[in-house]
């Protein structure tokens, strides 16, 4: 069984820069295609970002694009999502999702992790 584990959300002001962390156990990561999701209160869970087994392929949200960054490290079994420019619409709990399809729908991904907070407020 696969799981997830997501670190390095925290308050930060807008214009502040975050690296999210997603730690995979229970398998190989290699063998899944990542996702980077959002939520925030009241509102829909938002596909981010996401990443292919190899890491060759990548998209982002459109609100995303350009200040956002997904990349993998296969050997550490660890996803990351390097977010600059943040801005207080970033506020969200920020989930990875690992599955065997590729996309910004949460609907292809099997495993979640628990999420952690991303606040973006002076």
């Known amino acids: 069984q696969l799981q997830l584990v997501e670190s390095g959300g925290e308050l930060v002001q807008p214009g502040g820069s975050l690296r999210l962390s997603c730690a995979a156990s229970g398998l190989p990561l290699v063998y899944y295609n990542i996702g980077w999701f959002r939520q925030a209160p009241g509102k829909e869970r938002e596909g981010v970002s996401c990443i292919s087994k190899s890491g060759d392929s990548t998209n982002y949200a459109d609100s995303v694009k350009g200040r956002f960054t997904i990349s993998r490290d296969n050997a550490k079994n660890t996803v990351y999502l390097r977010m600059n420019s943040l801005k207080p619409e970033d506020t969200a709990v920020y989930y990875c999702?690992?599955?065997?399809?590729?996309?910004?729908?949460?609907?292809?991904?099997?495993?979640w992790g628990q999420g952690t907070q991303v606040t973006v407020s002076s």
């Open positions: 999702a690992a599955g065997r399809f590729y996309g910004l729908g949460p609907n292809v991904y099997a495993y």
